[in-house]
């Protein structure tokens, strides 16, 4: 018998550049924390309440509020911000818009015009993204974005200009030089960005310059370290996604080289050796080596480095990552203790599709049925996608377990057409 044989070439690269697609969100537990401790702070001072705060890979130049109040940034945005202060500027205006319910507006508006179906899809993309599905994502995401950028979906002028009034005071009681958003402005001026939606809905730049400017204060209350995180966070998007020398970004922060370096390795094996000198004072290199180790198929490593950065830092995506890769390690018991991670991750976000689909996996590696269903069933409402609810919340109403079935029946009572 003839035989034959397979050549192999395992090829240890990574390909970024096929993770990080446009449309995707920028899933990173630095990026996510600093943000989140920013927006917190601004939501705080415009009273606001449960901040959501996104960054999507894209290469416009463009952050909004969408019509669900979710705060959606482009990378670009970020890569673009020189400074701290910039992209602060330009958070302020956009949450100056969520406290003047301006997103209200829009979302009745677009029930009325576009019917449900259309609120729907722009929840369908965000929530795809937040599920992290690769194809699907972006196809929703498509989607949505066709319907954001309609017209009628725009802020108004008198929108804008309360929204920019609003982020002068928030700008103010935080210590936010101004400067940081005329140069943000500047920069837009000064290039042509013809196909930008925030240039299209917004004021005429020349305009809002002259607001800024004109209510110009000087309180700097940022503070060194905040500036230094910015840059590593602008250098993990820049080496990610951009073919760009080191040589644009500062050259006396050694955190920000670091990533950087560490982001333009090629190969899994030269990150880690390099990685693992860096990551004695750095908790978010420890967990990118967790996932670089991941990619390789090292589970044990894996879990090493997820265990030793969760002993510094919170976060909900290094919790998913952790509890992944121990729903991979074939050792039941860890099954159970990534259970109770992620059951912690969705009692508290219960829209983070991603989330189900873990503690799905693991119901299904523990045999248990009836829960698999019903997370399933959860899964499905967080992306709303009602079929699945459907299929998988009829499943679970036949369970022995009263919790089981009273929540499948309201999940079914849910998407049941008012
Ligand atoms: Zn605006």
């Known amino acids: ?3 034959i ?3 192999c070439f395992v090829c240890m690269h990574i390909s970024f550049s096929s993770e990080f697609k446009k449309g995707h969100l920028f899933i990173d537990s630095q990026t996510q924390n600093f943000l989140n401790r920013w927006v917190e702070k601004i939501y705080k001072v415009a009273k606001l309440s449960n901040p959501k705060v996104f960054v999507m890979i894209h290469p416009e130049l463009n952050a909004f509020a969408d019509p669900l109040g979710n705060i959606v940034i482009h990378s670009e945005t970020i890569i673009q911000s020189e400074s701290l202060e910039q992209l602060l500027g330009i958070l302020c205006h956009e949450i100056g818009h969520i406290a003047g319910h301006h997103h209200v507006r829009l979302q009745n508006q677009m029930r009325s015009m576009a019917g449900p179906m259309a609120v729907a899809t722009a929840i369908g993309a965000l929530a795809a993204a937040l599920s992290g599905r690769g194809d699907a994502l972006a196809a929703g995401i498509a989607a949505g974005m066709t319907v954001s950028e309609r ?17 002068v005071s928030y700008c103010k009681k935080l210590g936010i030089p101004l400067n940081g958003i005329i140069d943000f402005f500047k920069k837009i001026q000064s290039k042509t960005f013809a196909s930008d939606p925030y240039l299209n809905t917004h004021p005429i730049v020349e305009d809002r310059i002259a607001f800024f400017n004109q209510t110009s204060f000087i309180n700097n209350k940022i503070s060194p370290t905040d ?24 050259k006396n922060m050694s955190s920000v080289k670091n990533f950087y370096r560490l982001y333009r390795l090629k190969k899994y094996q030269d990150i880690l050796d390099q990685g693992k000198k860096l990551s004695h004072n750095d908790p978010y290199i420890t967990e990118f080596l967790g996932d670089v180790s991941f990619k390789m198929g090292n589970i044990d490593q894996t879990l090493d480095f997820y265990s030793k950065a969760r002993d510094k830092i919170k976060s909900v995506w290094l919790d998913l990552s952790y509890a992944h890769a121990l729903s991979e390690s074939k050792i039941s018991k860890n099954y159970e203790k990534a259970l109770n991670i992620v059951k912690v991750v969705v009692q508290k976000h219960p829209d983070l599709g991603l989330g189900w ?9 523990l045999s248990q ?3 698999l269903s019903l997370s399933m069933a959860e899964y499905g409402a967080s992306i709303s996608d009602y079929k699945l609810v459907q299929t998988h919340a009829k499943r679970a109403t036949k369970s022995h377990n009263q919790r089981i079935r009273m929540r499948a029946e309201e999940l079914l009572q849910d998407i049941k057409p008012k």
């Open 357 to 365: 689909r873990i503690k799905a996996r693991l119901h299904s590696l």
């Open 151 to 167: 017209s009628f979906l725009s802020y108004m002028q008198g929108e804008e200009k309360s929204a920019d009034a609003a982020a």
């Open 5 to 7: 044989i397979f050549l």
């Open 227 to 250: 500036s230094d995180e910015f840059q590593v966070i602008r250098a993990k998007l820049i080496g990610v996604l951009k073919d760009k020398d080191v040589s644009s970004l500062p």
């Open 369 to 371: 049925q009836d829960e």
């Open 1 to 3: 018998m003839k035989k």
